[in-house]
């Protein structure tokens, strides 16, 4: 991706992370990214331009954050895949929260527009896959059901990190215990 093209897609994903999918407007991209006014709109001349570039930029980013983590670590019981996403949730609302922001106002966004929200299924397969087979690894004998209740506990927790921080923010036990009961309902269910 092009550098400005880049820089204005990140700057857009700070100024939606910072106040929310209302703030985007072409202006306050170019003031974000420190560049001329007219810059965001030469390159995408609507609004739902660059929040389809926004959807695609944001979904780079995910998806490099998710396979940094992913390809260290590949958990073999639910303790390992407890850790590993409790790593995953300080990223999304530690150094990436900017970035988490955007992504749930973008899903929001996406409850109103049909064709955005198929694009943000198509981002995310890749995602998807990812924690499908970490919960395969971790033992689940149905990781096609067990990987949503997982991701979707783990998205509600990182919601309400975001929503009501906490400076003692330590989602593992939760996680944990979690984790643990979806392997052990794999292991007692008849095969």
Do not use: C, K
Request: aromatic share 4%; charged share 25%.
């Amino acid at each position: 991706m092009g550098t400005r093209r880049a820089r204005l897609l990140d700057a857009a994903i700070e100024v939606i992370g910072g106040g929310g999918i209302r703030a985007l407007t072409h202006r306050a991209v170019d003031a974000a990214a420190g560049l001329p006014a007219g810059s965001a709109s030469n390159l995408f001349r609507t609004r739902d331009a660059l929040i389809d570039g926004v959807v695609e930029r944001f979904a780079e980013r995910e998806r490099a954050n998710w396979e940094q983590i992913a390809t260290q670590v590949r958990p073999t019981g639910p303790a390992e895949l407890a850790e590993v996403l409790t790593r995953f949730a300080h990223q999304a609302t530690g150094p990436q929260r900017s970035l988490t922001l955007a992504r749930y106002a973008i899903l929001l966004e996406a409850a109103i527009r049909p064709g955005l929200r198929a694009r943000l299924l198509a981002t995310g397969a890749e995602v998807n896959a990812w924690a499908t087979a970490w919960i395969r690894a971790s033992g689940s004998r149905d990781p096609d059901r067990d990987a949503p209740i997982v991701m979707n506990h783990w998205t509600g927790i990182v919601l309400h990190e975001l929503a009501a921080p906490d400076p003692a923010f330590d989602p593992s036990a939760q996680l944990r215990t979690l984790a643990e009961a979806v392997v052990a309902n794999a292991e007692e269910a008849p095969p």
